[in-house]
């Protein structure tokens, strides 16, 4: 017998994971209470911006293998049901939001058929399943819950999911491991590592990676610092301890910092929870890691002051990408938009192009400009900001480009464009953690 999927929540996880399980077989439910949203990928559209995502998902719904609805009942006959909805950083506070995966599990429980598992995937404080499996057994003692932690990039979802670095479960039982891996049985059958692990583990997994990752990031950043103030060049640092195979290379990149949906409120949400277990101590270092990732964003803004003026009052600044990462059009807590924002604040005119971020961004700072084309969003511009590594960033002919602007100076808070040949190109150059020219 096939395995029967529902996944409650269809956001940016939840769809991938519909269309990602459809893909290998599966029948798949997707659920989500937004009738708007519903309607849309019914249609086969994605209502967001991932690269393969979109096309994947329709084909996967012209299959018949993949539909959607936005009643629980029509998921009773599933044997495994998915929770995939958000759980945000809480106002006034640092702690998860999680409204959202306590009233899935009150609405999916009732209805669940016996025998069936339900798998959390939403990031989540720890002891949070622990929580949820006595509420369960209060609903619906027959049905079972184990957690399956998603650790998706955005821009590479898809490949995520359906090519996975490694699996990992908690679980409470036999029963419940033997249906995760039928469900997995492709990625099992070309070796992906499978970590079985109880629940508290599960749950500690995603936000541990999530913070070693915001700890690496951060790290070259405070580098960075340190070689602006002695003349270094950070480049060449993080490309000479990147060697190391203690360390590694990947996310040595210095720059103005992580942004995005995940990352900043897990790392807050952690400590949130630590302090609720008494174990506040433990994280305390995450809070500088917050703050250096933050500082990273203030020090681009003072660099724009010390090429220009103090009082960026009417000065022209073009801004080179608004989404918080490249091969996505999220914005969520995005250093390049927070620095637009806050420089247009300083009384400067801001314009900004995005390859894929425009729409989310007009609505998210109205009061912005915004440009379809790259020579659209610099002409006439003081200065230039390159904010997200885009590829047609990457591409851009400096040369051509200074005949566009007012003034060719451009501030790479990437680090990834070819320094020489813009300096070359006649540009003022200046990237964090690396002398100007």
């Not at 405070?222 to 003349?231: K, L, R």
Request: charged residues 25%; aromatic residues 6%.
């Amino acid at each position: 017998m096939t395995l029967k999927v529902s996944v409650i929540g269809t956001g940016y996880l939840g769809a991938t994971h519909a269309a990602c399980i459809a893909s290998l077989g599966f029948s798949v439910i997707g659920l989500d209470l937004d009738s708007e949203k519903i309607a849309l990928l019914k249609q086969g559209k994605v209502p967001f911006y991932e690269p393969e995502l979109e096309e994947l998902l329709a084909a996967e719904i012209k299959s018949g293998r993949l539909s959607f609805t936005t009643s629980f009942n029509d998921l009773a006959d599933a044997d495994i049901h998915f929770i995939c909805v958000g759980t945000p950083q809480q106002e006034n506070s640092l702690a998860a939001d999680m409204r959202f995966v306590d009233s899935a599990l009150e609405a999916i429980a009732p209805v669940a058929k016996a025998g069936s598992l339900i798998v959390g995937k939403s990031t989540v404080p720890v002891g949070t399943a622990q929580r949820l499996s006595a509420r369960l057994t209060e609903i619906n003692p027959a049905v079972e819950l184990a957690w399956n932690p998603e650790f998706l990039r955005e821009g590479f979802a898809v490949e995520d999911t359906l090519r996975p670095n490694r699996l990992v479960v908690g679980v409470t039982s036999d029963a419940a491991e033997a249906k995760l891996k039928e469900l997995y049985k492709s990625n099992l059958d070309t070796n992906t590592p499978w970590v079985r692990a109880d629940l508290p583990t599960a749950e500690l997994v995603k936000v541990a990676a999530n913070s070693f990752l915001a700890t690496k990031i951060s790290f070259i950043n405070a580098m960075a610092e340190i070689c602006e103030a002695a003349g270094g060049d950070v480049t060449v640092l993080a490309k000479a301890i990147g060697y190391d195979p203690r360390i590694g290379s990947r996310f040595l990149q210095a720059g103005i910092g992580f942004g995005g949906g995940c990352l900043p409120k897990d790392i807050r949400a952690f400590m949130a929870r630590a302090g609720e277990l008494g174990a506040e101590q433990a994280l305390e270092f995450l809070r500088e890691i917050d703050s250096i990732n933050l500082r990273a964003r203030q020090r681009v803004i003072e660099l724009v002051r010390k090429d220009l003026t103090e009082d960026l009052t009417g000065k022209k600044i073009a801004v080179l990408g608004a989404a918080f990462k490249p091969d996505s059009d999220d914005v969520r807590d995005s250093p390049a938009l927070d620095i637009a924002a806050q420089i247009h604040a300083a009384g400067a005119i801001v314009t900004i192009h995005d390859p894929k971020a425009i729409r989310p961004a007009q609505k998210r700072f109205p009061a912005l400009k915004y440009a379809e084309s790259v020579d659209e969003c610099v002409a006439g511009a003081d200065l230039v900001l390159h904010l997200t590594e885009w590829k047609i960033y990457r591409e851009i002919d400096p040369v051509e480009l200074k005949k566009l602007v007012t003034n060719a100076i451009m501030i790479d808070g990437r680090n990834a464009l070819d320094r020489d040949k813009w300096i070359a190109a006649g540009w003022k150059f200046r990237a964090l953690g690396r002398a100007s020219n």
